[in-house]
């Protein structure tokens, strides 16, 4: 019971806030609209819709900043910490089907072409756990002749062009100026078009709140100079976060002294996670 009240009070306080960052920076602030206009005004939408207000978050200046993320898959074991951190840290749902951040498996089999994909939405990885709550890599490969196999963290990429933000009928979902793109649930109708246009398949539909939820790369934190949860517990750093306006921070150093490549790039979004370690078969 009293581990209950101590997460709704981190819940209560995280979304305060994100609410009094966020709040005022929501253009729109319409409660519910008709199918039609929600049309018109998605199809009215810029992807480079930010907020106007700068957010009241002590001693941060968000035009000081261009956050980034990168994706070292060599590194990267598969232990699932991240997913969990997260999943504490933002109050997502308990259960093997919601993830703000996850991970999935490649496995090349000696004489195939096409690798094998394990993921969070794989029944055998959910029985693996031993509990509908999570999800565990299934040991399904040991009588195989295994070529190649690696790990491949996924989360929001943050795009800078952003089909979510341009299908979003209210102005919920918006990118600040320091490249983050958030959704103000004080706006959001579930309407789940921007569940739909997402490339990535990064966002999804909480049932508890009737709202639409995603990465937020732990906004609540890094702007008060902490690394999101993901990376902060990562035991190999294969997951790299930073401000690429520092041009000697980790991120900015990953990003010119690597080879890296962004998902799915034909979309036109423009992702900000960079990989390395991973091949054309990863989108």
């Not at 070529?147 to 979902?173: I, R, S, W, Y």
């Not at 690429?244 to 921070?249: E, H, N, P, T, V």
């Not at 979309?267 to 989108?283: E, I, L, Q, R, S």
Request: hydrophobic share 30%; net charge negative.
């Amino acid at each position: 019971m009293a581990e209950d009240v101590q997460s709704q009070k981190h819940e209560q306080e995280r979304r305060d806030f994100l609410s009094r960052c966020l709040g005022g920076a929501i253009a729109c602030g319409a409660a519910a609209v008709t199918a039609g206009s929600a049309m018109s005004q998605a199809t009215a939408a810029t992807p480079e819709t930010s907020g106007g207000t700068v957010p009241a978050i002590p001693g941060y200046d968000w035009s000081k900043h261009h956050w980034a993320f990168g994706v070292d898959a060599t590194k990267c074991i598969g232990c699932l910490r991240c997913v969990e951190a997260c999943k504490k840290e933002n109050n997502v749902n308990a259960d093997a089907h919601h993830f703000r951040t996850w991970v999935e498996r490649y496995v090349y089999l000696e004489g195939e072409d096409n690798p094998h994909v394990d993921s969070q939405h794989d029944p055998v990885n959910i029985e693996a756990s031993g509990s509908e709550g999570e999800y565990r890599f299934a040991n399904r490969y040991g009588d195989e002749k295994v070529e190649k196999a690696f790990f491949v963290p996924k989360l929001c990429n943050h795009c800078t062009h952003p089909a979510c933000v341009q299908v979003c009928p209210t102005g919920a979902t918006y990118k600040t100026e320091d490249g983050v793109v958030v959704i103000d649930h004080t706006y959001c109708i579930g309407c789940q078009y921007c569940v739909q246009a997402c490339p990535y398949g990064a966002r999804f539909f909480d049932e508890r709140r009737h709202v639409t939820d995603k990465c937020t790369w732990c906004y609540h934190r890094i702007t008060k100079g902490l690394q999101p949860a993901c990376v902060e517990v990562c035991p190999t750093g294969a997951r790299i976060f930073g401000d690429r306006a520092d041009k000697q921070s980790t991120i900015s150093q990953f990003i010119q002294n690597n080879r890296v490549y962004v998902l799915k790039p034909e979309t036109g979004n423009a992702p900000n996670v960079f990989y390395v370690g991973t091949d054309k078969d990863v989108t």
